[in-house]
């Protein structure tokens, strides 16, 4: 089994800084992409960045150039640097990871259970 876990979340002021950690653990033999998507009140969940286990990395456009997703192989962690926030990235934020599993390489799409952003303006 894999569970992941996300932690970081929490209110800040219009052009503050968040920083979200992401852990996955259990029986993991590697992991694919991991990445961070969010859901806003009253919206669908939305993709935010990814990663793979390169270091490639992709971003929505609304996040580009303010977010910045990386990772650490050996912690089987990602983390989601947000700058310059704005009221609409308030959402609740959930990470995502594409995991073999062992013993038995199995393919599975594991979800966090979310962390709370709220910017205030």
């Known amino acids: 089994q894999v569970q992941v876990v996300e932690s970081g979340g929490g209110l800040v002021q219009a052009g503050g800084s968040l920083r979200l950690s992401c852990a996955a653990s259990?029986?993991?033999?590697?992991?694919?992409?991991m990445g961070w998507y969010r859901q806003a009140p009253g919206k669908q969940r939305e993709w935010v960045a990814t990663?793979?286990?390169?270091?490639?990395?992709n971003y929505a456009d609304s996040v580009k150039g303010r977010f910045t997703i990386s990772r650490d192989n050996a912690k089987n962690t990602v983390y989601l640097q947000m700058n310059s926030l704005k009221p609409e990235d308030t959402a609740v934020y959930y990470c995502?990871?594409?995991?073999?599993?062992?013993?038995?390489?199995?393919?599975?799409?594991?979800w966090g259970q979310g962390t709370l952003v709220t910017v205030s303006s």
């Open positions: 995502k990871a594409a995991v073999i599993t062992t013993p038995s390489y199995k393919y599975v799409e594991v």
């Open positions: 259990g029986n993991i033999r590697s992991i694919d992409t």
């Open positions: 990663i793979d286990s390169r270091g490639t990395t």
